[in-house]
């Protein structure tokens, strides 16, 4: 085929050229070179922006935009070879308006066209954060590849997305997006959702472009405030931080986002170190560097850049290869060459990684490549990915408390109050980053249950209360109901608009209003089940933390109804853990379970303990910890195997006998946690180093093998080196509940 032909014939002259190319930048190919030398300054600077879609703009998107142009005028800068790529477009025909402009351009360059798909495109799924509940990376690969059929369907070849901050302070709104606390959990859903999405060749149609973001370190926001600035030592950067985009470069990601914020002085958009000595020298990424949104011009406001052109002179010498709407690069560019500002060498760069991940997409062989009205109707909300996206749901749901075996609740002979302002909701089911779904299209709660109860008309639906604020008339409507029912579902928590980018909170409680609601419905003396809503740890209290049963159900999207009433009657068995711990107090943010010893630590004995570590009002504990969550059997441990000492770096076999002791088929996720007890910088008290999933009929019982991979005990010296130093390391193996063993090994 020509196009195979003509990639081997670059292919065999990339040798000639790949020496003379800077570090990091992929030896580009023959076309690319030859287009890069047929190319104006002015239209490398275009190459180098990309803006929001006003051709086909789609609604749920956070930023306004700033600088609009219009569809139009939009057209015309495409064919005067002033855009590179948009983003935040949805749907084949506009689409095939943009490209054709962008075949009208003096050197015919196509388009790209990206997008924040973070949880799906048309078809919601769960927010990143209640899938990495799952623990499960095959679920979150097949995740990501069903949302690229959609997505790819609607005309876009570049997704947003894996957001892979490590976050460990709840009160950050974007915890939602991303793989919670953990570092391993984060690593292994980054390479997952990056091969998820870009599937097994970028040429492909459906091969939809990866970009784990935000380049490095966002999620360690001071106080968790928004935008706020990072500032820590560089082995936490690379303990913590770095880990998940490693992973991600590695599983092939073709492009990455710089983050906002500043980072030790010197904000990300500007920070060579970072974008280019790090990026490009220490991890050999040669994709994209695309700045966030106008965060080139923000360079200004953080006050490192006198003016817009000195902020766009900055953003390219740091490393940012395209900047995102606010136009600096295109207006600015060709004159800092000019006037020796900017070496031409720095533009040439990185025009060279933009036209070469667009040749990786296949779009110089075929610039109508997604673009197919036949592929939209066929993939766009098909039944395929309905299936998943529920998958997904059920699998995210974690089940936090269930006294006295409450749940699963018989689908008959029960009188059922849904009581809160989440029971009959639509218009919160999808969470942050929605991009093109509906509101309207999801399935609420109460529908869901209906849809599973023997006799629907058991079911009283009341909401009691609206989300940030009390109704009238509304907890009296409320307690009629819970006096008439056996059991109250209380659907309480967060509203959309509390989580996400911009919505940092200083307190992550339920809103006063539904906490009112709950105080008064508790005092009526059914079992209540709370099904919360949210989009990140909650630091509960009262009436909804002392339920006897507590489902936590996140922002499940599309399908939230079916998979809370799949998990609520026991049609499926709940399975999730949770990836961020929820604290007793807000206050203790930001706090993970992996965290520091102190020289005083508290005795699990004694939390409390005068002089040891802990507030006065609390202890340097969480209500439930990162991996918390049960099943509806139980599962006991016993015959721990590991071996007394191995040698540095090589692998660590442990396994244990699992048992089922319950009375029902379950799924027991076993994780293994290791501690260094003596090493030359303070370690964690504890961190998961492995996990894997049984399945077990009720008195079934298996020997489960968990690996830690050698690398995984390594520390980052004072040197800033990976050493793996000799000790003795305990390690505990746990299923889940409280139920846990443990034991130690040697490392030579
Ligand atoms: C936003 C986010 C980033 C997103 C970009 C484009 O502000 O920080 O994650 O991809 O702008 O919408």
């Known amino acids: 085929m020509l196009t195979s032909r003509r990639r081997l014939l670059s292919g065999v002259l990339l040798g000639s050229t790949a020496a003379l190319l800077p570090i990091g930048a992929r030896a580009a190919s023959v076309r690319v070179e030859t287009l890069l030398s047929q190319m104006t300054l002015p239209e490398k600077a275009g190459q180098l922006s990309c803006f929001n879609d006003e051709i086909r703009p789609v609604g749920a998107v956070f930023n306004p935009v700033i600088d609009p142009r219009g569809g139009d005028a939009m057209l015309a800068d495409i064919r005067a070879g002033r855009i590179g790529m948009l983003f935040n477009g949805y749907g084949v025909a506009g ?18 066209f990206a997008a924040d798909v973070l949880h799906g495109c048309r078809t919601i799924f769960p927010i990143p954060l209640a899938e990495a509940a799952a623990f499960d990376p095959d679920l979150s690969r097949r995740a990501a590849r069903a ?65 784990p973001k935000h380049f490095v370190g966002y999620g360690a926001v001071r106080g968790g405030m928004e935008y706020a600035a990072v500032d820590m030592s560089g ?26 914020t500043d980072f030790g002085g010197v904000p990300v958009s500007a920070n060579r170190p970072l974008l280019t000595d790090m990026l490009r020298g220490e991890l050999r990424f040669d994709g994209v560097c695309v ?9 200004i406001a953080h006050g490192v850049a006198a003016d817009e052109a000195d902020a766009a002179r900055l953003a390219i010498l740091a490393g940012i290869d395209m900047s995102m709407q606010s136009g600096l690069f295109v207006r600015h560019l060709p004159a800092l060459v000019a006037e020796g500002r900017v070496p031409l060498g720095a533009v040439d760069q990185a025009v060279r990684r933009v036209l070469t991940l667009k040749e990786r997409l296949g779009l110089f062989d075929d610039p109508f490549r997604s673009i197919d009205r036949r592929a939209e109707r066929r993939e766009t909300g098909s039944v395929a990915i309905k299936q998943v996206a529920r998958e997904v749901a059920t699998r995210s749901i974690v089940l936090l408390r269930n006294d006295g075996g409450l749940l699963p609740l018989p689908r008959a002979g029960k ?30 709660i109460a529908t869901g249950l209906r849809a599973i109860l023997d006799d629907p008309a058991l079911l009283v639906v009341e909401a009691g209360s609206a989300i940030g604020e009390s109704l009238p008339g509304g907890i009296e409507r409320a307690l009629v109901a819970a006096r008439g029912a056996d059991i109250v579902l209380l659907a309480i928590g967060e509203g959309a608009d509390m989580s996400g980018e911009g919505n940092s909170r200083t307190d992550i409680i339920v809103p006063a209003a539904q906490q009112a609601l709950a105080e008064a419905v508790a005092a009526v003396g059914k079992p209540i089940v709370v099904l919360l809503r949210h989009g990140r740890a909650l630091a509960l209290t009262g009436a909804v933390r002392d339920a006897p049963a507590l489902l936590a159900t996140w922002f499940l999207g599309e399908q939230t109804g079916p998979a809370i009433a799949d998990i609520l009657f026991g049609k499926v068995e709940p399975t999730g853990r949770l990836p961020v711990s929820f604290p007793i107090a ?116 298996a020997r489960v093998a968990l690996t830690i991979v050698g690398d995984a005990l390594a520390l980052i010296a004072s040197d800033g080196t990976r050493q793996i130093e000799p000790g003795r390391f305990d390690c505990w193996i746990s299923a889940g509940d409280e139920t846990e063993i443990g034991g130690s090994f040697e490392v030579r």
């Open 586 to 701: 807000s206050g203790q943010q930001p706090w993970s379970y992996d965290r520091r010893s102190t020289g005083r630590p508290a005795p699990d004995s004694d939390p409390m303990t005068p002089g040891r570590s802990h507030w006065r009002d609390a202890p340097d504990q969480a209500l439930y910890p990162f991996g918390s969550g049960m099943g509806y059997t139980r599962f006991a441990l016993s015959a721990l195997r590991l071996p007394g000492t191995v040698a540095a770096g090589a692998a660590v076999p442990i396994s244990v006998l699992v048992r089922n002791i319950g009375t029902r088929t379950g799924s027991a996720l076993i994780r293994l946690d290791v501690h260094d007890r003596v090493a030359s910088r303070t370690r964690p008290i504890r961190q998961m180093k492995a996990f894997a999933r049984v399945t077990l009929a009720a008195g079934a019982e």
């Open 147 to 211: 949302v690229a059929v959609e997505t790819t369907a609607g005309g876009i070849h570049w997704t947003f997305a894996p957001m892979v901050d490590v976050a460990r302070d709840q009160r950050w709104g974007r915890v939602a997006e991303g793989a919670g606390e953990d570092v391993l959990l984060n690593q292994l859903l980054a390479a997952a959702r990056v091969e998820g999405f870009q599937g097994p060749d970028l040429t492909r149609a459906d091969a939809l472009l990866a970009t």
């Open 291 to 299: 700045s966030d949104y106008d965060a080139d011009r923000e360079l």
């Open 415 to 444: 009188r059922i109050a849904l009581i809160g302002p989440f029971g009959a909701d639509r218009a919160n089911l999808n969470g942050p980053w929605s991009f093109a779904g509906d509101a309207g299209d999801g399935i609420d």
């Open 95 to 112: 689409a095939r308006r943009a490209q054709e402009a962008a075949l009208t351009s003096r050197l015919r360059i196509p388009l790209a």
């Open 235 to 260: 082995a936490e950067l690379r303990e913590t931080f770095l880990p998940p985009f490693t992973a991600a470069f590695a599983a092939g990601a073709g492009a990455t986002m710089a983050s906002f």
